[in-house]
């Protein structure tokens, strides 16, 4: 496992744009598939997207597609997500997470094993 942390959160209007970052305590963080979910109040947490260690195979979830782009930058350890366009409905926690090896098949909640702490993205109306 390897720790994350994020941050980059906050409140934003529609429209606007918002970037987290999520940066890994190990070096070997290059060797980590890394996901990005999300959990708004009173729903289940939900796939957002995924990078492959390499950072060549990008994943996105229907809702975001178009307006989010998932990056990472494995000599400082750190991803990102670059959230534009955003609308109230992307309010939610947002949680990064990673994974050591390939990119897992079905990107769910259950195939990542390492968590950050969550940053609240607020966007209004």
């Known amino acids: 496992q390897v720790q994350l942390v994020e941050s980059g959160g906050g409140l934003v209007q529609a429209g606007g744009s918002l970037r987290l970052s999520c940066t890994a305590s190990r070096r070997n963080f290059r060797s980590y598939v890394m996901g990005w979910f999300r959990q708004a109040p009173g729903k289940e947490r939900e796939f957002v997207s995924a990078i492959s260690w390499s950072g060549v195979n990008t994943y996105y979830a229907d809702s975001v597609k178009g307006r989010f782009t998932v990056s990472r930058d494995n000599a400082k350890n750190t991803g990102f997500l670059q959230m534009n366009s955003l609308k109230p409905e992307d309010t939610a926690v947002y949680y990064c997470?990673?994974?050591?090896?390939?990119?897992?098949?079905?990107?769910?909640?259950?195939?990542?094993?390492?968590w950050g702490q969550g940053a609240q993205v607020t966007v209004s109306s």
């Open positions: 997470a990673a994974v050591l090896g390939v990119v897992p098949k079905g990107l769910t909640e259950a195939d990542f094993d390492s």
